[in-house]
Protein backbone atom coordinates (compact mmCIF):
# COMPACT_ATOMS: atom_id res chain seq x y z
CA UNK A 1 0.00 0.00 0.00
CA UNK A 2 1.11 3.38 -1.18
CA UNK A 3 2.24 5.67 1.86
CA UNK A 4 3.73 8.76 3.25
CA UNK A 5 4.73 9.62 6.68
CA UNK A 6 6.73 12.73 8.12
CA UNK A 7 8.09 13.21 11.16
CA UNK A 8 8.22 15.11 13.73
CA UNK A 9 4.75 15.67 14.01
CA UNK A 10 5.62 18.80 15.57
CA UNK A 11 9.11 20.59 15.98
CA UNK A 12 9.91 24.04 17.71
CA UNK A 13 13.43 25.93 17.08
CA UNK A 14 14.69 28.93 18.27
CA UNK A 15 15.28 31.66 15.55
CA UNK A 16 18.69 30.82 13.79
CA UNK A 17 18.65 26.87 14.85
CA UNK A 18 18.78 25.18 11.93
CA UNK A 19 16.65 21.25 11.54
CA UNK A 20 15.55 19.15 9.03
CA UNK A 21 12.06 17.63 8.35
CA UNK A 22 11.78 14.11 7.18
CA UNK A 23 9.10 12.57 4.64
CA UNK A 24 9.63 8.96 4.31
CA UNK A 25 7.47 7.23 1.49
CA UNK A 26 6.45 3.84 -0.20
CA UNK A 27 5.40 3.88 -3.00
CA UNK A 28 5.10 1.43 -6.10
CA UNK A 29 6.38 3.91 -8.83
CA UNK A 30 7.36 7.33 -7.89
CA UNK A 31 6.17 10.23 -10.36
CA UNK A 32 6.88 13.19 -8.10
CA UNK A 33 7.78 14.05 -4.16
CA UNK A 34 6.47 17.72 -3.43
CA UNK A 35 6.58 19.80 -0.59
CA UNK A 36 3.78 22.15 0.58
CA UNK A 37 3.33 24.96 2.98
CA UNK A 38 0.35 25.66 4.64
CA UNK A 39 -0.74 28.30 7.02
CA UNK A 40 -3.35 28.19 9.76
CA UNK A 41 -6.61 28.41 7.25
CA UNK A 42 -5.45 28.70 4.61
CA UNK A 43 -4.41 26.30 1.54
CA UNK A 44 -1.67 24.49 0.93
CA UNK A 45 0.83 26.48 -0.90
CA UNK A 46 3.24 24.84 -3.37
CA UNK A 47 7.03 24.69 -2.10
CA UNK A 48 9.30 22.29 -4.13
CA UNK A 49 8.84 19.23 -7.14
CA UNK A 50 11.57 16.25 -6.66
CA UNK A 51 11.32 13.66 -9.64
CA UNK A 52 14.31 11.66 -8.96
CA UNK A 53 16.80 10.30 -6.25
CA UNK A 54 19.71 12.96 -5.67
CA UNK A 55 17.69 16.00 -6.84
CA UNK A 56 17.75 19.09 -4.17
CA UNK A 57 15.66 22.18 -4.65
CA UNK A 58 16.73 25.59 -2.57
CA UNK A 59 14.44 28.38 -2.06
CA UNK A 60 15.30 31.22 0.44
CA UNK A 61 16.43 29.67 3.79
CA UNK A 62 15.02 25.77 2.56
CA UNK A 63 16.53 22.86 0.97
CA UNK A 64 14.41 19.78 -0.01
CA UNK A 65 16.63 16.53 -0.79
CA UNK A 66 15.55 13.35 -2.62
CA UNK A 67 16.75 9.91 -1.54
CA UNK A 68 14.76 6.57 -2.94
CA UNK A 69 13.00 6.05 0.03
CA UNK A 70 12.69 9.66 1.58
CA UNK A 71 13.07 13.20 1.60
CA UNK A 72 13.92 15.83 3.62
CA UNK A 73 13.27 19.45 4.55
CA UNK A 74 16.34 21.33 5.75
CA UNK A 75 15.63 24.55 6.94
CA UNK A 76 18.83 26.60 7.62
CA UNK A 77 18.49 30.25 10.24
CA UNK A 78 14.55 29.49 10.48
CA UNK A 79 12.79 33.09 11.35
CA UNK A 80 9.49 33.24 12.99
CA UNK A 81 7.31 33.99 9.88
CA UNK A 82 8.93 30.35 8.66
CA UNK A 83 6.34 29.06 11.51
CA UNK A 84 3.89 26.75 9.63
CA UNK A 85 2.63 23.48 8.82
CA UNK A 86 4.75 21.75 5.76
CA UNK A 87 3.25 18.75 3.89
CA UNK A 88 5.26 16.13 1.86
CA UNK A 89 3.40 14.56 -0.77
CA UNK A 90 3.78 11.58 -2.97
CA UNK A 91 2.74 11.13 -6.50
CA UNK A 92 2.00 7.70 -7.53
CA UNK A 93 2.57 6.12 -10.69
CA UNK A 94 -1.18 4.20 -11.48
CA UNK A 95 -2.06 0.77 -10.88
CA UNK A 96 -5.30 1.64 -12.36
CA UNK A 97 -4.07 4.04 -14.66
CA UNK A 98 -4.61 7.23 -13.29
CA UNK A 99 -2.02 8.86 -10.84
CA UNK A 100 -2.40 9.13 -7.20
CA UNK A 101 -1.65 12.45 -5.41
CA UNK A 102 -0.96 11.26 -1.63
CA UNK A 103 -0.10 13.73 1.25
CA UNK A 104 1.51 13.05 5.23
CA UNK A 105 -0.11 14.42 8.18
CA UNK A 106 2.13 17.09 8.18
CA UNK A 107 5.24 18.91 10.37
CA UNK A 108 3.85 21.58 12.58
CA UNK A 109 6.77 23.90 12.79
CA UNK A 110 7.08 27.17 15.54
CA UNK A 111 10.15 29.17 15.28
CA UNK A 112 10.57 31.20 18.32
CA UNK A 113 12.17 34.66 18.13
CA UNK B 1 0.58 32.91 -11.28
CA UNK B 2 -2.93 33.71 -10.74
CA UNK B 3 -4.63 32.92 -7.61
CA UNK B 4 -7.65 30.05 -6.90
CA UNK B 5 -10.43 31.96 -5.29
CA UNK B 6 -12.82 30.11 -3.50
CA UNK B 7 -16.25 31.09 -2.07
CA UNK B 8 -17.83 31.13 0.62
CA UNK B 9 -14.46 31.02 2.94
CA UNK B 10 -16.98 29.97 5.73
CA UNK B 11 -20.14 28.13 5.53
CA UNK B 12 -22.19 26.35 8.32
CA UNK B 13 -25.39 24.19 7.43
CA UNK B 14 -27.26 22.06 8.78
CA UNK B 15 -27.43 18.37 8.50
CA UNK B 16 -29.55 17.04 5.72
CA UNK B 17 -29.08 19.94 4.08
CA UNK B 18 -27.35 20.94 0.08
CA UNK B 19 -24.29 23.04 0.30
CA UNK B 20 -22.13 24.04 -3.27
CA UNK B 21 -19.15 25.01 -2.58
CA UNK B 22 -17.57 27.25 -5.38
CA UNK B 23 -14.13 27.64 -7.12
CA UNK B 24 -14.27 31.39 -8.58
CA UNK B 25 -12.89 32.97 -11.44
CA UNK B 26 -11.16 29.90 -13.67
CA UNK B 27 -10.22 30.35 -16.74
CA UNK B 28 -8.44 28.66 -19.49
CA UNK B 29 -7.91 25.87 -17.64
CA UNK B 30 -8.54 22.13 -18.36
CA UNK B 31 -7.74 20.08 -15.12
CA UNK B 32 -9.65 20.96 -11.55
CA UNK B 33 -9.32 19.37 -8.44
CA UNK B 34 -11.49 19.31 -5.26
CA UNK B 35 -9.72 18.26 -1.71
CA UNK B 36 -10.78 18.33 1.79
CA UNK B 37 -8.79 18.40 4.99
CA UNK B 38 -10.93 17.15 8.51
CA UNK B 39 -9.62 19.27 11.21
CA UNK B 40 -5.83 17.30 12.17
CA UNK B 41 -6.15 15.04 9.46
CA UNK B 42 -4.45 14.47 6.19
CA UNK B 43 -5.04 17.02 2.90
CA UNK B 44 -7.34 14.09 1.05
CA UNK B 45 -8.05 13.75 -2.78
CA UNK B 46 -11.68 14.02 -3.92
CA UNK B 47 -12.35 14.15 -7.46
CA UNK B 48 -10.55 15.78 -10.28
CA UNK B 49 -12.28 17.02 -13.44
CA UNK B 50 -10.65 17.35 -17.55
CA UNK B 51 -12.48 19.22 -19.78
CA UNK B 52 -16.08 18.78 -18.27
CA UNK B 53 -15.41 15.40 -16.90
CA UNK B 54 -14.37 13.60 -14.05
CA UNK B 55 -11.26 11.64 -14.73
CA UNK B 56 -10.54 10.46 -11.51
CA UNK B 57 -12.41 10.35 -7.85
CA UNK B 58 -11.61 8.59 -4.65
CA UNK B 59 -13.70 6.22 -2.41
CA UNK B 60 -14.78 9.28 -0.51
CA UNK B 61 -16.17 10.88 -3.69
CA UNK B 62 -19.89 9.11 -3.49
CA UNK B 63 -23.13 9.73 -4.70
CA UNK B 64 -24.05 12.58 -2.59
CA UNK B 65 -21.26 14.37 -4.49
CA UNK B 66 -21.12 15.99 -7.56
CA UNK B 67 -18.78 18.88 -9.51
CA UNK B 68 -19.73 21.01 -12.22
CA UNK B 69 -18.41 23.72 -14.15
CA UNK B 70 -21.86 25.37 -15.01
CA UNK B 71 -20.66 28.38 -17.19
CA UNK B 72 -17.31 28.09 -18.30
CA UNK B 73 -15.17 29.64 -15.82
CA UNK B 74 -16.91 28.63 -11.98
CA UNK B 75 -16.32 25.24 -10.93
CA UNK B 76 -18.48 24.07 -8.14
CA UNK B 77 -18.38 20.73 -5.54
CA UNK B 78 -22.44 20.09 -4.82
CA UNK B 79 -23.08 18.17 -1.36
CA UNK B 80 -26.38 17.15 -1.44
CA UNK B 81 -27.35 15.94 1.74
CA UNK B 82 -24.74 16.80 4.41
CA UNK B 83 -23.30 14.65 6.96
CA UNK B 84 -21.66 15.76 10.15
CA UNK B 85 -18.68 14.31 8.83
CA UNK B 86 -18.77 16.51 6.09
CA UNK B 87 -17.20 18.63 8.15
CA UNK B 88 -13.58 20.38 7.14
CA UNK B 89 -11.99 22.47 4.78
CA UNK B 90 -12.57 22.23 1.10
CA UNK B 91 -10.22 22.67 -1.04
CA UNK B 92 -9.88 23.60 -5.17
CA UNK B 93 -6.85 23.43 -6.92
CA UNK B 94 -5.48 23.56 -10.35
CA UNK B 95 -2.10 21.95 -11.79
CA UNK B 96 0.54 24.49 -11.68
CA UNK B 97 1.73 26.40 -14.71
CA UNK B 98 4.72 24.34 -16.12
CA UNK B 99 5.17 21.83 -13.60
CA UNK B 100 3.65 19.32 -11.45
CA UNK B 101 2.20 20.26 -8.27
CA UNK B 102 -1.08 22.03 -7.74
CA UNK B 103 -2.20 25.61 -6.91
CA UNK B 104 -4.43 25.47 -4.41
CA UNK B 105 -7.22 28.30 -3.21
CA UNK B 106 -7.19 29.51 0.54
CA UNK B 107 -10.03 26.49 1.01
CA UNK B 108 -14.13 26.81 2.41
CA UNK B 109 -14.62 25.88 5.58
CA UNK B 110 -17.60 23.87 5.89
CA UNK B 111 -19.34 23.51 9.39
CA UNK B 112 -22.21 20.60 9.65
CA UNK B 113 -24.22 20.90 12.67
Known amino acids: EDQVTQSPEALRLQEGESSSLNCSYT??????LFWYRQDPGKGPEFLFT???AGEEKEKERLKATLTKKESFLHITAPKPEDSATYLC??????????????FGTGTRLKVLA | EPEVTQTPSHQVTQMGQEVILRCVPI?????FYWYRQILGQKVEFLVS????????KSEIFDDQFSVERPDGSNFTLKIRSTKLEDSAMYFC???????????FGSGTRLTVV
Open chain 2, 27 to 31: SNHLY
Open chain 2, 49 to 56: FYNNEISE
Open chain 1, 50 to 52: LYS
Open chain 2, 93 to 103: ARGRQGGYGYT
Open chain 1, 89 to 102: AVQALPSSGTYKYI
Open chain 1, 27 to 32: VSGLRG
